[in-house]
Every structure is written in C-alpha cells, then in structure tokens.
C-alpha cells in the first residue's frame, strides 16, 4: 500500500542507505545542474583543498578521480568517513546557499 511506502522512506532518512533522500534528492538535483556547473566547479575546488589541508588526501583524491555521478553521489551523502563528511556537508551546503540566492535573483 502507498502508505506503508511512505512510513518506509521516513526511516530511510536516519539510516544512511544507498539511496539518497528527499533531502539529498535536492542536492544531488541541485549539483548536477548545468545551470550552476561553475558554482559546482569553485565548492569542488574549495572542497579538495580543505580535505587536502585537514590531512584527508585519500579522500581527495578518491573524489578527484570519481566520474561526476560519482562526485555528486557523495557530496549528496558523505563518503562514510566522519571527517571528510562533515567537510563535504560544509562545502555543499554553502553551494546550496549560493544556489537558492541565484535562483531568487533571476
């Protein structure tokens, strides 16, 4: 039944499951958006270079080398590393800042 469906997707959201959730839903909408691709490109760069700078070059690197989907993939719901996470939550959340700022000036 549809309602039990949705019961379901509620508990999704505290459990960290492949699939992203309403909320990383947006990001990952947001941060594959053309319209806002050199945004994406300036909080990557920022992003790398704080993890770099935090000592977290694995996770870097990791990002650097992943196909875009897989960048957005995990700036929508952290890589499963603590640190790198609450970095990348840092970063995307400024770039969802900037986004809904741009959306409200056109």
């Known amino acids: 039944s549809p309602s039990s469906a949705t019961s379901k997707k509620k508990d999704e959201g505290k ?34 270079k704080t993890l770099y700078a935090h ?6 690197k990791m990002l650097n080398k992943a196909s875009v989907a897989q960048q957005n993939l995990w700036m929508a719901q952290g890589m499963q590393h603590p640190e790198a996470d609450a970095i990348i939550e840092t970063h995307v959340r400024e770039y969802v ?3 809904m700022l741009q959306g409200k000036l056109r």
């Open 55 to 60: 000592g977290l070059s694995e996770q870097a």
């Open 15 to 48: 459990v960290r499951s492949g699939r992203p959730g309403p909320k990383r839903g947006i990001r990952m909408a947001m941060l594959s958006s053309p319209t806002f691709i050199a945004l994406r490109q300036t909080i990557f760069a920022k992003l790398l």
């Open 97 to 99: 800042k900037q986004v």
